[in-house]
């Protein structure tokens, strides 16, 4: 090639000026080539430069970009490269220099980049191109130059060796393709073609390959082609090679089988002119390709659903690999030609359903019809098949469906006629389209349809041959609902139409039948189809995303999305949405709010799946520590009531879901019922009503509606009649009440196990509370005649289902009210008449009609023996009475007016409400007025018709067959305390029903003895009690103590309704005489002490309940104390010893056991608050009564019973009570300690404070039992009662009076001298002492004891109540050794007051029993005990010489004063001057409230040992307390006077030095 030779220079300096010169150059050689020269100087530049590299004098890296830039400048400078290239490369391979060569190679694989591929291999040579990479071999790539060369150029035309000649075959095709709408048949064809081959000699073979080729291009004339290929063709087997031929033609990479030769096949199949076994394996792919591309479709549906729920933070460079991956799946998921469901399609056009499914049995499950062409064949078939049937069945009334038009082929599937006929070729077909029936969503409703008549049909059908085959029929249309419609309804999009159209479907199955398909739909459908794990993982992933913006202000917004996302996937939609509101239960509220545009079907796919979500097995339903219910469980729980009450849903599943689990045990679920039924029907349970509350829940309906709930529960009518309708039509309304009682009595044993006693007394209460619930619901909602013919009688009850008796007698105390309001309306309809007296009569007359039969089946309840006391009748009414027939809320009432009333006013002050809303909340509020003021009305009427049947069953109520102890005893035992517990209105009818009980004046009731047994054995009931029923007994003495303190807090209210009543006699008797048995009534003043008592034993058992340190003993006690503050305590130093307990267990608890603690926290707060209203214990009760040496006798319960006298508490010289029981009360509970208490007695008081040994104390008795004989000779010589001394009896009683008032005030200002001046003071008194005692001692003490004989004998009739002052000495003692008088009187005393003055017995056994004796609290006492046995045996040596030497007492009684005064001295010796500085301390002891934290305390009837021997002493005493009861008036006149000498020395011992001063005044003046 003739070169250009470019100056030396600008190779020289190339990169100064020569690269410029030569693009300057290049560009001007261009500019020639426009105008018309050649390109030969442009080549031979580009040449020089080239060749310039390949000698190696420039740089490649320079010249390829000069040459990059050139290529820009003509289009065709690529080609002129390419030829420079091609030329170098002839060049190059001829040199022997192989470095020039590769300088060459480098160059030109350094240009690909500007020239193209398919350029270079044009023009270079193979082994350059090999060399270049472009090419693998260049000996293959010579040879398929070859090939082709010699297949465009070499290769000849096919040559007819059979002399065929090729104008018979054009005549052929004429024949074939003239018009055939003549006279122009299959036949007159043949035989023409009959004529061309034998005059042409055509082949027979090619002439039918002609014959179908016509065929496939004329598709449409199907019978003319198909009669002539049967006539023509001799062998099936041939016609099969030349279409698998045909088909093989079609097979290459890049073509496509036309539709037409598809149709011809099935065609030709259809009417077997072919096998389809022989045509199949002509067809490609084969079934193992398809197979394996199921599998990765299935793989790959898979990993991107995987992907989906992932949570993965995408970097760039992975998101750009992932749109490869898209790209690269998008390249390979465009389809093959799959010539098998080519054909498939084709023969279910032409309606070959058997031939079709031939091969789709061949095939992977739904891999044809997941192609869509194939399912709208198949649906389009399935149109065809059901139409007839959906026309005369399915179609909806004013419907003119879409016309279809029949396959003209004869052989396609009949069209079903019944719905028999479906179940020959539809349900197949439908079967096999499977989910892919969306692609056809007027299919889906055609079925749909057609099921709904199918059910209407089935549920009208009885006859046994016709149910069977509708069974069959049934069991098909379920596996369609369950293959077809549901996955269906999965992959349409957001179709709420057929949504609400399968519901119509749905909502004609049972329940368990739609469950059951909910459940395969949510767990094994999903899985089964690639499709369908795609979408359920785009439905999580969109659920995500809006369950996580889903707030109140989006509600509406996020509520669309929600209904649209659930339309076609509920159950993976809630299933995520559940998942979500078990861990967040503030979602609660925003997803009840934002499910309103759901569809009917979604609603009951969420009741299936709420009720699957609480069946989880994996999931526990307690928190880790077992004491209270997992929170996933409430939350749960919270919507269920939300959602059923909003929406209409159907809750047959639910509630059949709650029976199923108390079948199985468990109560867990009770829950979901509480919520449900409070939620529907607004009835709520809690015990934390107010008393406004709990009195609006006596009243009628409406009053309760209005005040007896939190919330105002409105617009439940619909909910709760739903609610009534699910019960009523699946039957679940005895069955329910009668599991949940059921399961109340055996949670403790089915459920307790190693569980957390909290939590078993929770899932007790909650099974309690959820009954009472339900039951209040059926009562308020089912119809008379609903209710008692679901509830069946109370025996039945009982002792077939083995209810316990208070759940059975609530269960049917509404069936006696409607049977009784029936009747007695009946009774008034038959006879008119409008006076009250004959509407009482009508009344008393149901009560008897429709309660004779109750007082008969009851009596089946109890043994034989509980009837021998009570009534059946009094039972039955204590049972089915209620608080709505006992009283009249007329405050509640009047509250309730009154807030309608300042409602309706503040809706007419109110500028901004429109008018005509004014109106309409006037009107609504005016209307309630006036429906509770007629509810008032009704109510009053129906009390007073009750109250009057209550005062003529009265008499009938309570047998006299036994005692009122026994009575009382099953009163409490099957009436009172069963009931208490059960509710909180309950507890206040017990309360109410005693009151009204004594208020009648009912015979053989004794309303004292009563009370005191209910507050004197609270400790073993409120340590048996839940938590809810522990508020509920709490309640209930609250009540009863309202009424005690009204009767207590004003005379002429005792006087008024207790003063004449039977309930508050008793029999009084004086110590060792029998008195009589004459019962009279309490006076007010010994009711105080009583009550004090009573207050004194809640007390006592309050404080040993705290301080048993048992977390169930401590919880219910708070509670309870909680509940009566309003009552108790009242007595201040009761309250401080509760306050000190409290205190601890707050010190104590704080870290322990939160819950107690914030009890016990709350509880101290509230008792500070009643701190101001408490009072001293003088002010709530006089501590020194009247002066009557008397005790009472046992009172005379029952006819037979005898009298037992018992003596007075006789106190000795040392301090120390005689009583047992005075003892361990003193020394458990917290007493008032004065100075001069703490200085005579030698024994060590409650407040820790010393006094001198036990050996001093042992010192004194030994003294005191060697004057003991010359005491009782003293005591015999005492004269007789006289008219003086009664009169000097009455001016000893008023001196006493006001020595006690001086006492006080002296003892005020006392509290206010200094040291000094109190150490005079006492000097002075002890004086004045010994002056007093030195005149007067002889010659007073015989007139007070006369006195004190006297005053007894007066007053012995009218008195009921004993009243004995005396000290208890903190001194525990051994019981072995006492007589058997103690134990007598132990008996009497077991419930002493802890008051130093005064200690109160009730007759009527109002002494504790031995279990509150053995559960005393534990009080602190002195570590110092003084050995008691010597002193009991020097007690009982003294009562047997009084028996023996009555003349001595005069003598003892001298002597006994000498004793006194000695011992006075001692005592003002032995006391420390440092007691005087301790003042505050000193205030505290007198206010019983110092109460050491170290000390501990000693009871010695804590143990069992006590009771028994007290049981195994009653016998043995028995005969001698007959012969007690006759002994001369003297031994008891003795008796009367040390006890009134030793009362004497009590008061002195315990009123300090300024008391003892005016007594000793008082005796010198006498």
Not at 566 to 583: A, D, K, V
Not at 601 to 610: G, Q, S
Not at 792 to 802: A, K, M
Request: include cysteine; hydrophobic fraction near 30%.
């Amino acid at each position: 090639m003739a070169t250009l030779i470019l100056p030396g220079e600008w190779i020289k300096n190339w990169e100064k000026n020569g690269k410029h010169e030569f693009a300057k150059l290049c560009k001007g050689l261009t500019e020639k080539i426009e105008h018309g020269c050649q390109t030969k100087e442009i080549q031979t530049a580009l040449y020089e430069v080239c060749w310039q590299v390949v000698q190696g004098n420039l740089k490649l890296d320079l010249i390829v970009n000069v040459l990059g830039e050139m290529m820009e400048l003509r289009d065709d400078m690529t080609s002129i490269l390419a030829d420079v290239f091609s030329i170098l490369d002839v060049e190059t391979v001829a040199l022997e220099d192989k470095h020039k060569r590769d300088q060459y190679i480098q160059l030109v694989g350094a240009c690909l980049v500007c020239v193209p591929e398919t350029i270079l291999k044009e023009r270079l040579d193979p082994e350059t191109l090999e060399s270049l990479g472009l090419i693998k071999q260049a000996h293959q790539f010579n040879q398929k130059i070859v090939k082709i060369k010699t297949k465009l150029f070499y290769k000849q035309q096919k040559f007819n060796l059979l002399r065929e000649e090729n104008e018979g075959y054009a005549k052929l095709i004429t024949e074939l393709g003239q018009d055939l709408s003549g006279s122009i048949t299959s036949h007159i064809v043949l035989e023409s073609i009959k004529s061309l081959i034998g005059c042409f000699n055509l082949d027979p073979n090619r002439v039918l390959d002609i014959i179908l080729e016509v065929y496939e291009s004329r598709s449409d004339q199907d019978e003319f082609f198909l009669s002539l290929i049967k006539s023509y063709m001799c062998e099936p087997l041939t016609l099969c090679h030349i279409l698998g031929f045909k088909f093989k033609f079609y097979q290459e990479p890049n073509e496509e089988t036309p539709k037409s030769l598809y149709h011809i096949a099935a065609a030709l199949l259809h009417h077997n002119l072919i096998d389809l076994e022989d045509l199949y394996v002509h067809l490609l792919p084969v079934d193992a390709t398809i197979v394996e591309e199921h599998k990765r479709v299935i793989s790959e549906a898979k990993q991107i659903a995987r992907r989906l729920v992932m949570v993965v933070v995408p970097s760039e460079k992975s998101e750009d690999k992932e749109k490869e991956k898209d790209k690269e799946e998008e390249k390979t998921e465009q389809p093959l030609d799959n010539q098998k469901l080519g054909l498939l399609e084709a023969l279910l056009r032409i309606g070959d359903w058997q031939h079709a499914l031939c091969i789709m049995d061949q095939l992977p499950s739904f891999y044809a019809t997941s192609h869509k062409s194939i399912a709208l064949a198949l649906c389009q078939l399935l149109h065809l098949t059901v139409d007839p049937l959906y026309r005369g069945s399915g179609l909806p009334k004013g419907a003119r469906g879409r016309v279809t038009h029949p396959l003209k082929n004869k052989r396609v599937p009949r069209p079903a006629e019944s719905f028999e006929d479906l179940r020959r070729d539809t349900f197949g077909m439908l079967g096999y389209l499977g989910p892919h029936l969306a692609h056809d969503p007027i299919l889906f409703a055609k079925i749909v349809r057609l099921g709904k008549a199918f059910m209407k049909e089935y549920q009208c059908s009885n006859s046994s041959d016709v149910k069977d085959k509708m069974e069959t029929l049934l069991s098909c249309f379920l596996s369609i609902a369950d293959q077809v419609l549901l996955p269906s309804l999965s992959l349409m999009d957001c179709n709420a139409c057929m949504s609400e159209e399968l519901w119509g479907l749905f909502k004609l199955f049972p329940y368990h039948h739609r469950y059951r398909l909910y459940g395969q739909w949510k767990n094994e459908t999903y899985s089964s189809h690639p499709l369908l794990v795609k979408v359920k993982a785009q439905t999580v992933e969109r659920a995500k995303y809006i369950m996580k913006r889903l707030t109140k202000e989006n509600v509406k917004q996020s509520g669309r999305q929600v209904g649209k996302l659930s339309h076609s996937n509920p159950t993976i939609f809630f299933e995520y949405m559940l998942s979500q509101i078990q861990w967040y239960d503030n979602l609660i509220a925003p997803v009840v709010d934002s499910l309103k545009y759901l569809t009917s079907l979604n609603y009951d796919v969420l009741a299936y799946c709420i009720i699957e979500a609480l069946a989880n097995p994996e999931k526990e339903k307690m928190k880790h520590d077992d004491t209270t219910i997992s929170s996933w469980l409430q939350s749960l729980a919270i919507l269920c009531g939300a959602v059923f009450r909003k929406y209409p849903i159907e809750l047959a599943g639910l509630l059949q879901y709650v029976a199923n689990q108390l079948k199985a045990g468990k109560s867990f679920d009770l829950l979901i019922l509480k919520e449900v039924v409070q939620k529907m029907a607004g009835i709520e349970i809690t015990d934390e009503m107010t008393s406004e509350q709990l009195e609006a829940m006596t009243g009628g309906e409406q009053l309760k509606a209005e005040g007896g709930y939190f919330g105002q529960i409105r617009n439940t009518k619909k909910s709760s009649q739903r609610l009534k309708d699910a019960l009523l039509d699946h039957e679940f309304a005895l069955p329910l009440c009668i599991l949940i009682s059921q399961q109340r009595n055996c949670v403790v044993f089915l459920e307790g196990g190693e569980k957390h006693l909290k939590l078993v007394g929770h899932l007790y209460d909650q099974c309690h509370d959820t009954l009472v619930q339900f039951g209040g619901f059926l009562a308020s909602n089912l119809s008379t005649e609903d209710y008692i013919k679901r509830v069946p009688s109370i025996d039945i009850l009982c002792n077939q289902f083995h209810i316990p008796h208070d759940a059975a007698f609530f269960l049917s105390r509404p069936m006696y009210a409607h049977q009784i309001l029936s009747k007695y309306d009946e009774l008034k309809k038959a006879e008119k008449g409008n006076r009250q007296q004959q509407k009482v009569q009508k009344y008393v007359a149901a009560c008897e009609h429709v309660m004779t039969p109750v007082h008969e089946a009851v009596v089946s309840l109890h043994p034989p023996r509980v009837w021998e006391d009570l009534r059946p009748q009094f039972y039955a009414t204590f049972w089915s009475l209620t608080m709505y027939d006992l009283a009249v809320p007329h405050s509640a009432y009047e509250r309730e007016i009154n807030k309608l009333k300042a409602q309706i006013k503040a809706i007419e002050d109110n500028p901004e409400i429109p008018m005509n809303k004014k109106k309409k909340e006037k009107e609504r509020c005016t209307a309630l007025q006036e429906k509770l003021q007629e509810e008032e009305k009704k109510q009053l009427e129906h009390v007073q018709r009750v109250l009057h049947r209550l005062k003529l069953e009265k008499d009938k109520w309570l047998m006299t067959k036994s005692t009122k102890n026994e009575t009382i005893t099953k009163f409490l035992q099957l009436c009172l305390f069963p009931r208490c517990i059960f509710s909180s209105i309950d507890a206040v009818y017990c309360a109410r029903f005693v009151e009204l009980v004594h208020q009648q004046m009912t015979p053989n009731f004794c309303t004292l003895l009563c009370y005191d047994r209910v507050f004197s054995a609270i400790i073993y009931t409120v340590a048996s009690c839940t938590e809810n029923e522990s508020h509920h007994y709490g309640r209930f003495l609250c009540c009863m103590l309202e009424t005690v303190t009204r009767w207590h807090s004003d005379r002429a209210v005792y006087e008024k309704e207790c003063g004449n009543y039977p309930g508050f006699l008793t029999i009084l008797r004086a110590t060792g005489f029998d008195g009589g048995q004459q019962a009279n009534p309490l006076d007010y003043e010994n009711f105080r002490h009583v009550v004090h008592k009573w207050h004194y034993m809640l007390t006592k058992a309050s404080v040993h309940c705290l301080e048993t340190g048992d977390y169930t003993h401590i919880r219910n006690i708070l509670i309870v104390l909680i509940k009566i503050l309003p009552c108790y305590p009242k007595v201040l130093n009761l309250g401080q010893a509760l306050e000190y307990r409290v205190h601890k267990i707050c010190a104590k608890e704080k870290d322990k056991r939160p819950d107690l603690f914030a009890l016990a926290m709350g509880y101290s707060g509230r008792l500070k608050s009643q701190k101001v209203h408490m009072v001293p214990e003088n002010e709530f009760h006089h501590k020194e009564p009247p002066v009557r040496n008397a005790t009472p006798a046992s009172q005379q319960n029952g006819p037979g019973s005898m009298a037992k006298p018992v003596t007075t508490t006789i106190k000795t010289e040392d301090g120390i009570s005689e009583d047992g029981e005075r003892g361990k009360d003193k020394s458990q509970t917290t007493k008032p300690v004065t100075k001069a208490n703490s200085a005579a007695a030698k024994v060590t008081t409650s407040n820790g404070n010393g006094a001198p040994n036990s050996t001093k104390a042992v010192k004194e008795r030994d003294d005191k039992e060697k004057s003991s004989k010359e005491k009782k000779e003293k005591k015999e010589k005492t004269p007789g009662s006289t008219p003086e001394t009664k009169a000097d009896a009455r001016r000893e009683k008023l001196r006493e009076e006001r020595a006690g008032k001086d006492d006080r005030v002296v003892r005020e200002g006392k509290e206010k001298t200094p040291k000094v001046d109190r150490d005079k003071v006492k000097a002075e008194e002890k004086n004045k002492d010994d002056k007093a005692k030195a005149g007067n001692g002889e010659s007073t003490e015989p007139c007070r004891e006369r006195d004190a004989i006297k005053e007894s004998k007066s007053k012995e009739k009218g008195d009921r109540i004993v009243v004995t002052t005396s000290l208890k000495s903190p001194v525990p003692r051994s019981e072995s050794a006492e007589s058997e008088r103690d134990h007598k009187r132990r008996k009497l005393d077991g419930h002493s007051s802890p008051s130093h003055s005064s200690s109160v017995k009730l007759i009527c056994h109002l002494h504790s029993s031995p279990q509150d004796n053995s559960n005393d609290p534990k009080e602190s006492t002195s570590k110092h005990h003084i050995n008691y046995n010597s002193v009991s045996r020097s007690k009982s040596r003294e009562r047997e010489q009084e028996k023996k030497d009555p003349e001595n007492a005069l003598g003892r009684c001298k002597e006994k004063k000498e004793e006194k005064e000695r011992k006075d001295r001692k005592r003002d010796h032995a006391v420390p001057e440092q007691e005087f500085s301790q003042e505050p301390k000193r205030r505290k002891d007198e206010n019983g409230t110092n109460l050491s934290k170290n000390s501990q305390s000693v009871s010695p009837c804590d143990s069992p040992v006590s009771m028994e021997k007290e049981k195994s002493k009653r016998s043995k005493s028995s005969s001698k307390e007959k012969s007690d009861s006759v002994k001369p008036e003297r031994t008891s006149t003795g008796g009367k006077k040390e006890s009134r000498h030793e009362k004497k020395e009590k008061r002195d011992s315990s009123g300090g030095k300024e008391e003892k001063k005016h007594h000793k005044s008082s005796d010198k003046h006498r």
